[in-house]
């Protein structure tokens, strides 16, 4: 079993869709979650970063962290064709990105 | 400012040989992580390095080896390359080992291994 795991899709939504994207994980030692975009052929780029269980907003993109069921979500409202692209959640028990485990990446195609 | 830098870009080597990729972070980053993306995959942690110590070392064999410079630029090497090397190897760079926000990610070197 892997520590993160991730639904591939691909995912398929109209522009304007609430889009969820969502993580589990087995490693009750986690605390650090992020959320990552990665476009084709580039490096990822770091959307969200959380401590612990709750949430985090910024702009469109809201983070949640539940521990206690080891899951963690990415929701982009008002979603725009320039939001295709995979998108990989992460973890890791210690700060400063130390030993990140990432999950499989789940792409997100926005359909004008 | 200029991001995290990678080079090279792409390489082709063949089996058995070795393999050496930089990484320049961002001016002021002291940390430097290396990850490996196989097709399809998420990145798979291999090191990484704050302040020219090894702070962190994913599941990869002893081919894997990486250092990093006084000015906090870094190289990973990759010994008796097999097949199975080829991926994108990707750097990031990041500002300090606490609960640091800043993370950012080089464009990464594209190995293929025949």
């Known amino acids: 079993q892997k520590e993160v795991e991730q639904d591939p899709g691909p995912l398929s939504v109209p522009e304007g869709a609430i889009v969820s994207l969502n993580c589990t994980y087995s490693?009750?030692?986690?605390?650090?979650f992020m959320w990552y975009r990665q476009y084709s052929r580039k490096g990822p780029e770091l959307l969200m970063y959380t401590y612990s269980s709750g949430n985090k907003e910024d702009g469109r993109f809201t983070a949640q962290v539940d521990k206690s069921s080891k899951y963690i979500s990415l929701f982009i409202r008002d979603s725009q064709p320039s939001d295709s692209a995979t998108y990989l959640c992460a973890t890791t028990s210690f700060g400063g990105y130390q030993k990140v485990t990432f999950g499989t990446g789940t792409k997100l195609q926005v359909i004008p | 400012d200029a991001g995290v830098t990678q080079s090279p870009t792409h390489l082709i080597k063949t089996r058995g040989q070795q393999v050496t990729l930089r990484c320049s972070p961002i001016?002021?980053?002291?940390?430097v992580s290396w990850y490996q993306q196989v097709l399809g995959q998420g990145p798979q942690f291999i090191f990484q390095y704050y302040e020219k110590e090894e702070r962190g070392r994913g599941n990869f064999p002893d081919r894997f080896s990486a250092r990093q410079f006084p000015n906090y630029s870094s190289e990973l090497n990759v010994n008796a390359l097999l097949l199975g090397d080829s991926a994108l190897y990707l750097c990031?760079?990041?500002?300090?080992?606490?609960?640091?926000?800043?993370?950012?990610f080089g464009p990464g070197t594209r190995l293929t291994v025949t």
């Open positions: 001016s002021g980053h002291k940390s």
């Open positions: 990031a760079s990041s500002y300090s080992r606490g609960r640091s926000t800043e993370q950012y």
């Open positions: 490693n009750s030692a986690f605390q650090y």
